[in-house]
């Protein structure tokens, strides 16, 4: 019975779209170089993956769904309690940032003073691993 609820949960889950994103998002990326021009990725609680470059929105696939539900759950846990500011971009950086509705939580890191804590670049790194799936 239980399989059958979790299997039947995993084909309800709502869809969204780049006009209707739900409060509770991960978003992580790069940005900096010589355009200063930044690439955000957007991850929801249902594995969904958006890419937001300038002002244009896109749909990921769905073969990260699985992958981008367990990240989201880590992101969350690591990234929705309140942390010390820690923004400190170099030229090129690198970002994760945990939205929930009005609430902000953002660690922005590339300054070569500043490394971030390892945790959080782990994090990024499977993050943008599910960008090239």
């Known amino acids: 019975m239980q399989v059958l609820l979790w299997l039947l949960s995993g084909h309800c889950t709502s869809k969204y ?4 994103l739900p ?6 990326g790069t ?6 021009r930044e690439t955000t990725w957007i991850l929801l609680t249902n ?5 937001l470059k300038a002002s244009e929105t896109s749909a990921g ?6 992958q981008g539900r367990r990240l989201f759950r880590e992101a969350k846990a690591l990234l929705s309690t309140p942390r010390p500011l820690f923004s400190h971009p ?4 690198w970002f994760v940032e945990w939205r929930d509705g009005a609430r902000e939580q953002r660690i922005t890191w590339g300054h070569p003073d500043h490394p971030a804590d390892t945790a959080i670049v782990q994090l990024h790194q499977r993050l943008m691993a599910l960008t090239r799936e």
């Open 23 to 28: 409060a509770q998002q991960v978003r992580f």
């Open 61 to 66: 696939g769905s073969a990260v769904r699985r």
């Open 47 to 51: 594995g969904q993956l958006f890419k």
């Open 17 to 20: 779209s780049p006009d209707n």
């Open 31 to 36: 940005g900096g170089g010589i355009v200063g």
């Open 90 to 93: 170099g030229n090129v950086y």
